[in-house]
């Protein structure tokens, strides 16, 4: 099934789940719509679940032109989603690149989003590494123009991936097959006008301040380069949790799914309660002990 987007791509999504509020998955760089298949197993029994494949990713169309890619059309096109299937709120739950889709989504349209749960986002948004990330990432876009099903073998035993071939070595040979399928179009244009564009964190920290949206921010511990910007997150949010998995890397849903689905699980029941509240103004991180 496809909805369109506002420039006229056709995305491919996918729905499990009748009843309960919705929530709407963004896949990684790394991943493609089935890479949420153990949360399309386990949240329908309480949600709607949808989830579906960026452009530039089959079955989705896949633009020629790298200015039909950016992180703004990102957040555009997960709301094009809930448009076309004519949904008003959802929570929305990212991974990766998807996380900072869902986090512009939540900055954009804040009205649109019960929540936000960004995991596994970060890179490129360090200023120390900002130039080394923007120059590996044009390299990663050109070894997947010219050999997609080779470089993906590389790609895949990144070292935040290797976890994953320890913990689950099946589940990890799955991520790596759905990875040598990307198109080389697609993923040289997402690397190049996405990834090697979207702001960083520290850049939005005034807008990141006003977003009162609940947010959980979800990293492992042995993914390095997420760790500060999921800190800066969670000191800047209004209305942010953040949880660190141990001996974990990026790719969470897949790597510890069971824990992945229970804290989000969580976090969603929190915020339909209302008990996902903002940081009480009491709780002054620049206080050390209260002496007065």
Same mark, same amino acid.
Request: hydrophobic share 35%; net charge negative.
């Given at each position: 099934m496809f909805v369109t987007s506002k420039d006229g791509i056709k995305l491919y999504y996918e729905t499990a789940g009748e009843t309960g509020t919705p929530i709407l998955f963004i896949h990684e760089?790394?991943?493609?719509?089935?890479?949420?298949?153990?949360?399309?197993?386990?949240?329908?029994?309480?949600?709607?679940?949808?989830?579906?494949?960026?452009?530039?990713?089959?079955? +989705?169309?896949?633009?020629?032109?790298?200015?039909?890619?950016?992180?703004?059309?990102?957040?555009?096109?997960?709301?094009?989603?809930?448009?076309?299937?004519?949904?008003?709120?959802?929570?929305?739950v990212g991974l990766s690149m998807g996380g900072f889709a869902t986090l512009h989504f939540g900055l954009r349209f804040p009205e649109r989003a019960l929540s936000l749960t960004v995991a596994g986002?970060?890179?490129?948004?360090?200023?120390?590494?900002?130039?080394?990330?923007?120059?590996? +990432?044009?390299?990663?876009?050109?070894?997947?123009?010219?050999?997609?099903?080779?470089? +993906?073998?590389?790609?895949?035993?990144?070292?935040?991936?290797?976890?994953?071939?320890?913990?689950?070595?099946r589940g990890w040979a799955a991520f790596a097959e759905r990875l040598s399928r990307h198109s080389a179009v697609g993923a040289a244009n997402t690397m190049r006008g996405v990834q090697c564009r979207r702001p960083s964190f520290w850049d939005l920290e005034d807008e990141l301040k006003k977003m009162?949206?609940?947010?959980?921010?979800?990293?492992?511990?042995?993914?390095?380069?997420?760790?500060?910007?999921?800190?800066?997150?969670?000191?800047?949010?209004?209305a942010a949790g953040l949880?660190?998995?141990?001996?974990?890397?990026?790719?969470?849903?897949?790597?510890?799914p069971a824990l992945f689905n229970m804290l989000v699980s969580d976090f969603i029941a929190q915020v339909e309660a209302g008990a996902w509240k903002v940081r009480d103004p009491?709780?002054?991180?620049?206080?050390?002990?209260?002496?007065?």
């Open positions: 760089f790394g991943g493609n719509y089935d890479a949420w298949e153990p949360q399309m197993n386990f949240f329908p029994r309480r949600n709607r679940c949808i989830t579906y494949a960026a452009r530039g990713y089959a079955p +989705s169309d896949i633009p020629a032109d790298v200015e039909q890619y950016s992180q703004v059309i990102a957040a555009e096109d997960a709301l094009a989603v809930l448009d076309g299937l004519g949904i008003e709120k959802a929570h929305i986002a970060g890179y490129g948004t360090e200023r120390a590494t900002a130039d080394y990330f923007r120059n590996t +990432s044009l390299k990663v876009a050109g070894n997947f123009e010219k050999d997609p099903v080779g470089f +993906s073998k590389i790609y895949a035993l990144g070292a935040s991936r290797v976890q994953f071939q320890n913990k689950d070595p009162a949206v609940p947010t959980l921010i979800m990293t492992g511990d042995e993914d390095d380069h997420c760790l500060q910007p999921s800190i800066f997150l969670k000191k800047t949010l209004p949880t660190i998995l141990p001996k974990t890397g990026h790719t969470l849903n897949l790597e510890e009491r709780a002054d991180p620049g206080q050390v002990m209260r002496t007065e």
